[in-house]
């Protein structure tokens, strides 16, 4: 005989073991995350500390995998990829999609901002236009976090602008590809994932960058020296696909905006903190690391000149207004 408690009893155990089957699959979200950059970077690992906040914040319901060094997309595909829903976040340094809007590029528009307190300033300053063109493109921005102030690499030592004519120089973005140009050297665009193989192969012997690229690609194994041009600090975005983001419920979206306010301070504060160390290292390993002459200086400035009047005129009145709103900070 069947009486109501037991009933009760047996629907409620039905119930939970419904709920047991209906649990890993329905409670648990799995995304990836793709990132351009080694895992030991401090962007790699921030994204990995970031991750590990949402899935805490979310009592696990949230899982982000973060693939490290371009391992599942490669650098110059992960905003696409997120676009089109492939991945539902990534991580990659915005300026690389410059050609699709020149704010996309504020960042390295030279000795504009050099210092980490101006890159901040700038970022305050451009962040809404960025967001709205990413917005556009069915990506939410979640944060952006800089490398540290870009200097070149080379084999010998470079006195004036005149000395790198002819070098095999490696670009990353629209800007250092224009670099190349102007100073009269033969450049190859190449992602920081195979930059350690090709300086080992003697494809480029040359490269503008961070501290950080230099150590994460051992640049010691193949060049001697790195002038600390301090042409500017360009920054990483992570970002999550719009309507993966919406599907959530508010709760889940909230656990990713907090996570992504911390990750974006903490990102900050590695860069500043380990910028000096890079150096270090690559002293360390010894490179001779020291300051452009003034004639090398002043070379960079003028071609600095050209790259800042080739944005504007992309950028147009919406650059511009940026630019002006920046400089009254
Ligand atoms: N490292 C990246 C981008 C800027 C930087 O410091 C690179 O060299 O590809």
Partial sequence: MINRRHLAAASFAFGVSALAFAMPASAQTKW??????PSDNPHSENLVLFAKDVEAATAGKLQITVHPNASLFKAPEIKRAVASGQAQMGEVLMSLHENEDPVYGIDVVPFLATSFADSRKLYTASKAAIEKKLDSQGIKLLFMVPWAPQGVYAKKDINTVE?????????????????????????????????????????VNSFMSSGGTGYDSKAWESLTHFYDTQAWIPKDATFVNKAAFNGLDKATQDAILKAAATAEERGWKMWQEKAGWYLDQLKAKGMKVQAPSPELAAGFKKAGETLTADWLKKAGAEGQAIIDAYKKM
């Fill in 163 to 203: 000395d790198m004519k002819g070098l095999k120089w490696r670009s990353y973005n629209v800007g250092t590809a224009r670099l190349g140009e102007l100073l009269g050297m033969q450049s190859v665009t190449i992602q920081a994932a195979e930059l350690p193989q090709a300086l080992a192969t003697g494809v």
């Fill in 32 to 37: 990836n995350l793709p990132a351009a950059y």
